[in-house]
């Protein structure tokens, strides 16, 4: 899996770490969804590593992703800035057009 960043995207996502946490995590929110296949892409920083995660191949961040929720992303993610929001999609499709900061800055889920 590769995660693409654009350096507006950086810009946005270190301006949302000030605590300066190490990863950056792949997160499929199921919260308030109903079930665990119901959920939303999201990102958050993280000072946590699993032995469950994996590396998300990545030249900005160290990426990380739950092998389990893994399922849910797609081989190859970009996160862009799209009218001021972080945005994460693929080639073929949004997985979500409005990531907002304090979503980012939530920190650790798993």
Same mark, same amino acid.
């Given at each position: 899996m590769e995660l693409k960043v654009t350096s507006e995207a950086k810009t946005k996502l270190q301006s949302l770490n000030p605590e300066n946490k190490r990863y950056l995590r792949l997160f499929y929110d199921t919260e308030g969804c109903g079930c665990g296949v119901n959920g939303v892409p999201t990102l958050r920083w993280t000072e946590k &590593?699993? /032995?469950? /995660?994996? %590396? =998300? %191949? #990545? /030249? %900005?961040?160290? =990426? !990380? =992703?739950?092998k389990q929720q893994a399922v849910f992303f797609n081989?190859?993610? &970009?996160?862009? =800035? #799209? *009218?001021?929001?972080?945005?994460?999609? #693929?080639? *073929?499709? !949004?997985?979500n057009p409005v990531i907002p900061g304090s979503e980012v800055m939530k920190g650790d889920s798993i």
């Open positions: &590593r699993t /032995d469950w /995660d994996q %590396e =998300v %191949e #990545s /030249d %900005e961040f160290e =990426v !990380i =992703v739950h081989k190859q993610l &970009r996160l862009a =800035v #799209s *009218n001021g929001s972080l945005r994460l999609s #693929s080639p *073929n499709e !949004i997985l």
